[in-house]
Each structure stands twice: as C-alpha cells, then as structure tokens.
C-alpha cells in the first residue's frame, strides 16, 4: 500500500471526459485516480508559480534574450561533448 499523502484532504467532484479519466486509470495503477490527480494538480500549481516568478522577473529586469540563451547552451553542450569526449552528430559520419 502507498503511504498515505501529507496534509489533509477533502473531497470534492471533478468532470473529467470519459477519455481522458480511462487514461488516468490506466496510468495510475495502484497509485489510484485521486493520488494521480492530486499529483498532476501540484505539478500544474508549479508551474505556474514559475511562471509568475519569471514574469515578475522580466518586468524587473527585461525579457531574456532567447538569442543569447541559445548561445550559452551550445557552448555548455560543446563542453559537455568535450569532456565526454563525444564526436558532435554533424561530425559523426
């Protein structure tokens, strides 16, 4: 048996699409529907208060430059395969 979630509950009543409630059973197992759900519900909740944190953000700071993001990852990626000592896909072949 899974051990019992923290804080309490309360029962409510969600309508959920017959589709879309026979996949959660699918998928939960013996985890169960309510756990599934109370799981899917917190992860939503985090994202949107990331969300909101980078919102408050880039009203402070300006937007980030997806320009520059991108830069700095492939040169992280470039370091990774260098100390990896991968050979880069472009170059395999």
Not at 40 to 67: F, K, N
Request: hydrophobic share 40%.
């Amino acid at each position: 048996m899974d051990a019992p979630r923290p804080g309490k509950t309360r029962v409510t009543n969600v309508s959920l699409r017959t589709e879309t409630l026979e996949a959660i059973r699918a998928r939960a197992g013996k985890q169960g529907v309510s756990s599934y759900i109370e799981e899917a519900a917190q992860r939503q909740l985090q994202r949107e208060a990331v969300d909101e944190y980078i919102a408050a953000a880039e009203a402070e700071h300006s937007p980030v430059d997806q320009a520059e993001v991108a830069v700095r990852a492939e040169r992280i990626r470039a370091h990774h395969t260098a100390l990896r000592g991968d050979v880069p896909a472009a170059d395999a072949a």
